[in-house]
C-alpha cells in the first residue's frame, strides 16, 4: 500500500486522537518502516492492518466502523488527486462508475506498482448501484466510507449496505448503494 | 519541565525525526524520478536516433535497389550507385574503376557532391590525380585477396604519397571471368579524415553489395546478349545481302553463258561469211581483169582474147563457187538471224504471265543454244513430241532446259550421250532429261535443289542454278524426280500439265 495511505492514516489519528495516539503505537508495534510514511513509496499491506488492529484493541471499535469512517477521510485526500474529468463528474452515480473505469486506471498509470481494487457494476438505475468489489485485501469497509465521502462531496444522499461479502465467505462484495 | 511536557517534548522530537526523515526519502525518490526521468530522455534520443538511421539506411538501401533495376545500362546502374552513395554517407569522394587482369582500366567514372562548382572542380582535380597515381596492380592483388569491403591507408594502393584523401573503402561490385580474360568491378570511396567514416553506414553499404552484384551481372548478361543480338543482325544482314549478289551473279553468270554461246554461234557464221566475201572479192577482181579487154577495144576485136581469159582466169569454176559462197552466205546470215530472234525471248524474261507455250519448240531452242557445247565430245540424243503445249513462260522454261543440258554435260567430262525424251502420260506431257555421266550421290540428291548447294569446285558455279530452275519449275506447276545412279547417269523427269 501507497504512502499516502499512510500518510492520511496519520492525519486521521492525529486529528482525532492527538499526535501521541500516533506515537505510542509506533512505539508499540516497532513497524519495519519506523513509521517513516512517504506518499509515493510502497509499504508492506500488514504494516496497515496492524495499524488498524492495534487501534480498534485500543479504541474498542470494529474494524469496520474505523475503516468506513477513515474511508470517508481519505476520500477527501485522494479526491484533489483525482483526473478532472472525475472532479467534473455530474452525479454520485456517474462517479461511482468512473472509479474502476477511469480514476483507477490514471492511478495505475501513474503508480505501476499500486495495488488496486476491481469493481464491477450491476443494477444500474437511477434509485440504485451495486457495486460488485473484489480485492485480496478485503478493504470492502474502506470502500463504504470511501463512498459516503464521495457522497458527500457531491452533497447527495445514499445508504449503503452489503449483500455479499468477502468476509462472509462470499467470492466478491455487493456493495448497494441507494440513491435516496 | 513537567513529565507530561517532557513527553509531549519526546513525542514532537520523534515526529519531527520521522517527518525529516520521510522528506529525506521523498527527495531521494524524486532525485531517483528525475535521474530516471534523464535517462529515459536520453534513452528516447537514441532509440529516435537509432531509427532515424535505421530509415535513411533503409530508404538508401530500397532506392537503390528500385532504381539499381530501373536503369538501362551498366554506366548507369554504376552512375547512380556512386551517386547514392556518396549522398548517403556524405562526405566521401567516390570512384569507380574496372579493371582487368592485365590491370588494364575497362572503365572509369568519378562522384563528388558539393554545394559549390569551384569545389566540386576542385575535387574532380583531386579525384584525377588520384586515379593517374594509383597502384593498379597492388589495387587488383587486394581485390584477389579480399572479396568483402575493406579500409585501407591511401597510400597502401598508390604510387605517390597520399596528402589529402588519406583513407578508402573499397566496395567490390563485381567480377566477370570471360574465358582467360577476367574483370573486377570496384567502387573506390576516397576519405580525408578517418572521422568522417561511419562504420555502421559502411555495413548498410557491405549489405547493399549482393543486390547489386545481381543487377550488375545482369545487367551485363543482357547487354551481352544485346551485343550477339545486334551482331545476329549484321550476320543476317550480310549473308541476306550475298544472297542477293549470288542471286544477281547466277542471273550474270547464265546471260554471261548465253553471251558467251550467242558470240560463238554468231561469230562462226559471221567468220565464214566474211571470208566468203573476201574470196568474192577475189573473184570479182579475176572476173574484172578477164573482162578488161572489152574495155580496151571494139569487141569485134576482143573476142579471141575476151576467150582466151575465160579459160585462163577459169571463170566457169569462179562462177560455180560464187553461186556456192553467196549460198553458204546467206545460211550463215540466216542463221545469226534465228539466233537473234531466240535472244529476244530472253528480253522478255521478266514477264510473270503463264502464256500457252509448245514444250518441243522451247526444248528444241534450247538445244540450239547449247549445241556449240556437245560439238566435239558429246551426242544428243532426242525423242520429242510434234508439239506439246503447257501454260508457262518460255523465257523461263528455255532457262530450266539450258541449265539441266549443262549441266548435264558437265557431268559427262569423258564425253557421252544426252537423252532428251518428252511423251504424253494420260493428261501429263513428261520431259525426261538423262546424261551418261558420274551420278549424283545418295546422299546428295535431296540437297540438289537447296540454294547454294554444289559440288563444284569453287569459283566454278554458285550452286544456285538448279534451286533457280525448281523455283521456275514449281511455277509452272511442274514436278521433278531426280533418278540417279552413280557412274551411270543421272535422269531428270519432269511433268507438266498438257494445256488443251
Ligand atoms: C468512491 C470512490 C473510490 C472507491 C470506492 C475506491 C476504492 C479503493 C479501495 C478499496 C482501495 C484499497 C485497495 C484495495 O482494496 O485493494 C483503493 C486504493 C486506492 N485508491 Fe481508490 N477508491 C475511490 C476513489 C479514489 C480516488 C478519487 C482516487 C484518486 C486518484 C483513488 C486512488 C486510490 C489510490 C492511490 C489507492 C492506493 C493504491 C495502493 O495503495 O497501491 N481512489 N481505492
Given at each position: 500500500m501507497k504512502g499516502s495511505v499512510f500518510n492520511a492514516l496519520q492525519e486521521f489519528v492525529e486529528t482525532n486522537h492527538g499526535l501521541e495516539a500516533w506515537d505510542t503505537m509506533l512505539n508499540t508495534l516497532d513497524l519495519p518502516s519506523q513509521g517513516i510514511y512517504t506518499s509515493s513509496i510502497k509499504y508492506d499491506d500488514s504494516e496497515m492492518f496492524s495499524i488498524v488492529t492495534y487501534y480498534c484493541e485500543a479504541l474498542n471499535v470494529p474494524a469496520s466502523d474505523l475503516l468506513r469512517t477513515f474511508g470517508e477521510f481519505l476520500f477527501s485526500k485522494l479526491m484533489p488527486?483525482?483526473?478532472?474529468?472525475?472532479?467534473?463528474?455530474?452525479?454520485?452515480?456517474?462517479?461511482?462508475?468512473?472509479?474502476?473505469?477511469?480514476?483507477?486506471?490514471?492511478?495505475?498509470?501513474?503508480?505501476?506498482?499500486?495495488?488496486?481494487?476491481?469493481?464491477?457494476?450491476?443494477?444500474?438505475?437511477?434509485?440504485?448501484?451495486?457495486?460488485?468489489?473484489?480485492?485480496?485485501?478485503?478493504?470492502?469497509?474502506?470502500?463504504?466510507?470511501?463512498?459516503?465521502?464521495?457522497?458527500?462531496?457531491?452533497?447527495?444522499?445514499?445508504?449503503?449496505?452489503?449483500?455479499?461479502?468477502?468476509?462472509?465467505g462470499d467470492d466478491a462484495c455487493h456493495i448497494e448503494v441507494r440513491f435516496l | 519541565m513537567s513529565e507530561e511536557a517532557q513527553n509531549k517534548v519526546d513525542v514532537l522530537e520523534r515526529a519531527l525525526k520521522r517527518e525529516r526523515a520521510a522528506r529525506k526519502l521523498a527527495e531521494m525518490q524524486l532525485e531517483n524520478y528525475t535521474r530516471e526521468l534523464l535517462e529515459q530522455e536520453v534513452l528516447n534520443d537514441e532509440t529516435r536516433m537509432e531509427v532515424e538511421n535505421q530509415q535513411t539506411q533503409l530508404s538508401f538501401l530500397t532506392g537503390l535497389l528500385a532504381e539499381t533495376w530501373s536503369k538501362p545500362t551498366l554506366n548507369k546502374i554504376v552512375e547512380n550507385y556512386l551517386e547514392r552513395t556518396c549522398a548517403f554517407l556524405s562526405k566521401p569522394d567516390n570512384l569507380f574503376i574496372e579493371l582487368d587482369n592485365q590491370c588494364n582500366y575497362g572503365q572509369f567514372q568519378y562522384y563528388t557532391q558539393s554545394s559549390t562548382e569551384s569545389e566540386i572542380n576542385e575535387h574532380l582535380q583531386l579525384l584525377k590525380s588520384?586515379?593517374?597515381?594509383?597502384?593498379?596492380?597492388?589495387?587488383?592483388?587486394?581485390?584477389?585477396?579480399?572479396?568483402?569491403?575493406?579500409?585501407?591507408?591511401?597510400?597502401?594502393?598508390?604510387?605517390?604519397?597520399?596528402?589529402?584523401?588519406?583513407?578508402?573503402?573499397?566496395?567490390?561490385?563485381?567480377?566477370?571471368?570471360?574465358?582467360?580474360?577476367?574483370?573486377?568491378?570496384?567502387?573506390?570511396?576516397?576519405?580525408?579524415?578517418?572521422?568522417?567514416?561511419?562504420?555502421?553506414?559502411?555495413q548498410t553499404l557491405e549489405s547493399s553489395r549482393s543486390m547489386l552484384s545481381i543487377a550488375i551481372e545482369r545487367k551485363r548478361a543482357e547487354e551481352e546478349l544485346q551485343?550477339?543480338?545486334?551482331?545476329?543482325?549484321?550476320?543476317?544482314?550480310?549473308?541476306?545481302?550475298?544472297?542477293?549478289?549470288?542471286?544477281?551473279?547466277?542471273?550474270?553468270?547464265?546471260?554471261?553463258?548465253?553471251?558467251?554461246?550467242?558470240?560463238?554461234?554468231?561469230?562462226?557464221?559471221?567468220?565464214?561469211?566474211?571470208?566468203?566475201?573476201?574470196?568474192?572479192?577475189?573473184?570479182?577482181?579475176?572476173?574484172?581483169?578477164?573482162?578488161?579487154?572489152?574495155?580496151?577495144?571494139?569487141?569485134?576485136?576482143?573476142?579471141?582474147?575476151?576467150?582466151?581469159?575465160y579459160e585462163e582466169y577459169e571463170l566457169p569454176f569462179l562462177f560455180e563457187d560464187s553461186d556456192e559462197i553467196l549460198k553458204s552466205s546467206v545460211e550463215g546470215l540466216e542463221r545469226v538471224k534465228a539466233i537473234v530472234a531466240d535472244l529476244s525471248t530472253f528480253s522478255r524474261m521478266e514477264n510473270d504471265e503463264?502464256?500457252?507455250?509448245?514444250?518441243?519448240?522451247?526444248?528444241?531452242?534450247?538445244?540450239?543454244?547449247?549445241?556449240?557445247?556437245?560439238?566435239?565430245?558429246?551426242?544428243?540424243?532426242?525423242?520429242?513430241?510434234?508439239?506439246?503445249?503447257?501454260?508457262g513462260i518460255?523465257?523461263?522454261?528455255?532457262?530450266?532446259?539450258?541449265?539441266?543440258?549443262?549441266?548435264?554435260?558437265?557431268?559427262?567430262?569423258?564425253?557421252?550421250?544426252?537423252?532428251?525424251?518428252?511423251?504424253?502420260?494420260?493428261?501429263?506431257?513428261?520431259?525426261?532429261?538423262?546424261?551418261?555421266?558420274?551420278?549424283?550421290?545418295?546422299?546428295?540428291?535431296?540437297?540438289?535443289?537447296?540454294?547454294?548447294?554444289?559440288?563444284?569446285?569453287?569459283?566454278?558455279?554458285?550452286?544456285?542454278?538448279?534451286s533457280i530452275s525448281y523455283s521456275i519449275l514449281q511455277q509452272h506447276n511442274a514436278k521433278v524426280e531426280v533418278l540417279s545412279e552413280p557412274n551411270k547417269g543421272t535422269e531428270f523427269v519432269i511433268s507438266f500439265f498438257e494445256f488443251f
Open positions: 488527486m483525482a483526473p478532472s474529468e472525475a472532479k467534473k463528474a455530474p452525479s454520485l452515480h456517474a462517479f461511482l462508475y468512473m472509479v474502476d473505469n477511469l480514476i483507477h486506471v490514471e492511478v495505475k498509470k501513474i503508480y505501476a506498482d499500486s495495488n488496486l481494487p476491481e469493481f464491477d457494476y450491476k443494477d444500474q438505475s437511477d434509485q440504485h448501484l451495486t457495486m460488485i468489489y473484489n480485492s485480496e485485501r478485503k478493504l470492502c469497509h474502506l470502500s463504504e466510507g470511501l463512498i459516503l465521502g464521495a457522497a458527500k462531496h457531491f452533497g447527495e444522499e445514499v445508504s449503503i449496505s452489503q449483500s455479499k461479502c468477502l468476509h462472509e | 588520384f586515379l593517374a597515381q594509383l597502384d593498379r596492380e597492388k589495387l587488383y592483388d587486394l581485390l584477389q585477396q579480399e572479396q568483402e569491403t575493406q579500409l585501407i591507408d591511401t597510400n597502401e594502393i598508390s604510387n605517390e604519397t597520399q596528402d589529402f584523401y588519406q583513407f578508402c573503402v573499397m566496395v567490390p561490385l563485381y567480377t566477370l571471368a570471360l574465358e582467360d580474360k577476367k574483370t573486377v568491378g570496384v567502387a573506390v570511396l576516397l576519405y580525408q579524415d578517418q572521422q568522417d567514416i561511419n562504420i555502421t553506414k559502411l551485343q550477339q543480338l545486334i551482331n545476329l543482325e549484321e550476320t543476317n544482314k550480310v549473308l541476306e545481302q550475298t544472297q542477293l549478289q549470288l542471286v544477281g551473279q547466277e542471273k550474270l553468270a547464265s546471260l554471261g553463258f548465253l553471251a558467251a554461246g550467242v558470240a560463238h554461234e554468231i561469230n562462226n557464221p559471221v567468220g565464214f561469211v566474211l571470208s566468203n566475201l573476201d574470196t568474192m572479192a577475189d573473184y570479182i577482181k579475176d572476173i574484172k581483169s578477164a573482162l578488161q579487154p572489152l574495155a580496151d577495144e571494139p569487141s569485134s576485136t576482143s573476142l579471141p582474147q575476151l576467150s582466151k581469159n503463264l502464256e500457252p507455250i509448245d514444250v518441243t519448240k522451247v526444248i528444241n531452242k534450247s538445244l540450239n543454244m547449247v549445241s556449240n557445247e556437245f560439238k566435239y565430245k558429246h551426242h544428243i540424243e532426242t525423242d520429242l513430241l510434234e508439239s506439246a503445249t503447257i501454260l518460255e523465257s523461263k522454261l528455255q532457262q530450266v532446259f539450258i541449265n539441266l543440258f549443262v549441266n548435264a554435260k558437265q557431268a559427262m567430262a569423258e564425253g557421252g550421250t544426252l537423252y532428251v525424251r518428252c511423251y504424253r502420260e494420260r493428261t501429263k506431257i513428261m520431259v525426261r532429261v538423262k546424261d551418261e555421266g558420274k551420278g549424283i550421290p545418295h546422299e546428295n540428291i535431296k540437297e540438289i535443289f537447296t540454294p547454294f548447294f554444289t559440288t563444284k569446285a569453287p569459283g566454278e558455279g554458285t550452286g544456285l542454278g538448279l
